[in-house]
């Protein structure tokens, strides 16, 4: 079988439990590499730099970009985020599947020029689910909740994109499904096709001439 990772690209709304998922994900099981991203927002209390982003300034971000060091970037609600490139392609290659917790326009991106990557959308169970969890967290101000929520609306146009749909209700539902939307990517026969060609002509030598 084929022993590359594969690359995983979660976005949902602010507040859907993303961050929440990815870490029981982690926890849970091995072989996944999540990816840090680089930002220009300013961290929230108990953020810290190099483990949930690298906090940058925009000349800093603005450098990465000429530098073409970013698989992706793109602007959410006022500040930068993008995806290093060679902590992505470095883990892939030792067959870790990466995961990108990243928004809409990036990951539109990220199919665009790596079309085999899997795309999967969390969501809570209802908006107003969405809403108590963006207020619970109690890390931004109404008016950052305010327009997280109004880009809600924009990013739910785009669900369909995402090959997978992952409600987040119950956690510890939702992580053992996103293991199990990963795990059965690796038996695809077009991510396989190594393992088909060697088996054909395996076979190939018993077909009777
Ligand atoms: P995101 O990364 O998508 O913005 P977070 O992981 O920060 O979202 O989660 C937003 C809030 O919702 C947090 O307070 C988190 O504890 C809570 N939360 C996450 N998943 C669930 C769940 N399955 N049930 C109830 N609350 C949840
Ligand atoms: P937050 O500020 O809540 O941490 O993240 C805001 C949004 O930016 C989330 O939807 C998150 O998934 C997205 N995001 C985080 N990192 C990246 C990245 O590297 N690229 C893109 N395009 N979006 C990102």
């Given at each position: 079988m084929n022993h590359k990772g594969i690359l995983v690209v979660v976005s949902g709304f602010s507040g859907a439990g993303k961050g929440t998922v990815m870490k029981a994900l982690l926890n849970q099981y091995d072989?996944?590499?999540?990816?840090?991203?680089?930002t220009t927002r300013q961290p929230r209390p108990g953020e810290e730099d190099g483990r949930e982003y690298f906090f940058r300034t925009r000349e800093e971000f603005e450098r990465l970009i000429e530098e073409d060091a970013l698989i992706e970037y793109a602007q959410y609600v006022g500040n930068y985020y993008g995806t290093p490139r060679s902590y992505v392609e470095q883990k892939l290659a030792e067959g870790k599947d990466v995961i990108l917790e990243i928004e809409i326009q990036g990951a539109m991106k990220v199919k665009e020029k790596i079309p085999e990557?899997?795309?999967?959308?969390?969501?809570?169970?209802?908006?107003?689910?969405?809403?108590?969890r963006l207020v619970g967290r109690?890390?931004?101000t109404p008016?950052?909740?305010?327009?997280?929520?109004s880009r809600a609306g924009e990013?739910?146009?785009?669900?369909?994109?995402y090959e997978y749909l992952l409600i987040?209700?119950?956690?510890?539902?939702?992580?053992?499904?996103?293991?199990?939307?990963?795990?059965?990517?690796?038996?695809?026969?077009?991510?396989?096709p190594e393992f088909?060609?060697?088996?054909?002509?395996?076979?190939g030598t018993f077909l009777k001439k």
């Amino acid at each position: 079988m084929n022993h590359k990772g594969i690359l995983v690209v979660v976005s949902g709304f602010s507040g859907a439990g993303k961050g929440t998922v990815m870490k029981a994900l982690l926890n849970q099981y091995d072989n996944y590499a999540l990816s840090v991203s680089v930002t220009t927002r300013q961290p929230r209390p108990g953020e810290e730099d190099g483990r949930e982003y690298f906090f940058r300034t925009r000349e800093e971000f603005e450098r990465l970009i000429e530098e073409d060091a970013l698989i992706e970037y793109a602007q959410y609600v006022g500040n930068y985020y993008g995806t290093p490139r060679s902590y992505v392609e470095q883990k892939l290659a030792e067959g870790k599947d990466v995961i990108l917790e990243i928004e809409i326009q990036g990951a539109m991106k990220v199919k665009e020029k790596i079309p085999e990557a899997l795309l999967v959308f969390v969501t809570p169970p209802s908006i107003e689910e969405l809403k108590h969890r963006l207020v619970g967290r109690g890390t931004e101000t109404p008016e950052v909740i305010a327009s997280r929520l109004s880009r809600a609306g924009e990013e739910a146009e785009g669900m369909e994109a995402y090959e997978y749909l992952l409600i987040n209700d119950d956690l510890d539902t939702c992580v053992r499904e996103l293991h199990q939307i990963i795990q059965s990517e690796h038996s695809r026969s077009s991510r396989n096709p190594e393992f088909i060609d060697r088996l054909k002509a395996e076979s190939g030598t018993f077909l009777k001439k």
